[in-house]
């Protein structure tokens, strides 16, 4: 078993398989030594287990574990392009849209649902920078959206 194997064991935490494309895109994209992810939504078993925006339809703290849940798909894509998350020396960069009643300005706690995971999954090297975006729509009316920038070796 490998070190990131064992930790995700130890966590409860197992990456899905790669999510499949909704358009005309790959889910990731290896160059030099970085990985840039497409924008992952939450979906579980092929589906979204919500659509709306947050603040209205959808609670800030449920966006937060669906943020979680994109992000794990983000990995997915990742270790689907270098092959192994044991590789991974850096998250650099974390992207959260929250598709976002006008009033709501919580985006960034959403946004702690995916940053909250990458440092227990890669400790130091899971500390990154990051936005956090609200947005009026996203994709299939997700409420959350994730890309993921990572080092690799």
Request: without cysteine; negative net charge; glycine residues 10%.
């Amino acid at each position: 078993m490998s070190a990131i194997e064992a930790r995700l064991s130890e966590l409860g935490i197992s990456i899905p398989p790669v999510t499949k494309p909704v358009a005309a895109y790959v889910p990731a994209v290896a160059t030099g030594n970085l990985v840039m992810t497409a924008g992952q939504l939450p979906f579980v078993d092929g589906a979204l287990p919500a659509t709306g925006k947050v603040g209205a339809e959808v609670a800030a703290e449920d966006a937060a574990g669906y943020a979680r849940t994109a992000v794990l798909n983000a990995l997915a894509a990742v270790q689907g392009a270098i092959g192994s998350l044991d590789r991974v020396t850096r998250i650099v960069k974390v992207v959260v849209f929250v598709a976002s009643e006008p009033d709501f300005t919580g985006q960034p706690a959403v946004a702690n649902g995916a940053s909250t995971v990458l440092g227990e999954i890669f400790d130091e090297r899971g500390q990154h920078a990051r936005s956090a975006v609200g947005v009026a729509v996203l994709p299939l009316d997700a409420p959350v959206e994730v890309e993921l920038i990572v080092e690799f070796a």
